[in-house]
Nanobody, 119 residues
Framework: QVQLVESGGGLAQTGGSLRLSCVAS????????MGWYRQAPGTQRELVAL???????NYADSVKGRFTISRDNAKNTINLQMNSLKPEDTAVYYC?????????????WGQGTQVTVSS
């Protein structure tokens, strides 16, 4: 069983920065992707950024050029550097790990961390 533990959320002002981290405990096997999703009140959870075990990245259009995702496979850790924050970035941010090892597929979520950007 894999557990994801997030840290780094909090309060920032518009234009400010925050850095989120997520550590996955346990053994991660197979091809996988780790990423960050967010959910604001009354909205659906949406992809923010993800990075594969091979290092390929994908970003939501709304965060391109402002957020950077990185990964340390040896430490099973991903980070999300968030710069030039906007009030619309306010949401609960969730770490996700999904992948496949032979026929076994897995999909894990963290508990979420609140990010609030004040105007």
């Amino acid at each position: 069983q894999v557990q994801l533990v997030e840290s780094g959320g909090g309060l920032a002002q518009t234009g400010g920065s925050l850095r989120l981290s997520c550590v996955a405990s346990g053994t991660i096997l197979g091809i996988n992707a780790m990423g960050w999703y967010r959910q604001a009140p009354g909205t659906q959870r949406e992809l923010v950024a993800l990075i594969t075990s091979g290092g390929s990245t994908n970003y939501a259009d709304s965060v391109k050029g402002r957020f950077t995702i990185s990964r340390d496979n040896a430490k099973n850790t991903i980070n999300l550097q968030m710069n030039s924050l906007k009030p619309e970035d306010t949401a609960v941010y969730y770490c996700n790990l999904r992948g496949k090892f032979f026929v076994h597929e897995y999909d894990y979520w963290g508990q979420g961390t609140q990010v609030t950007v004040s105007s």
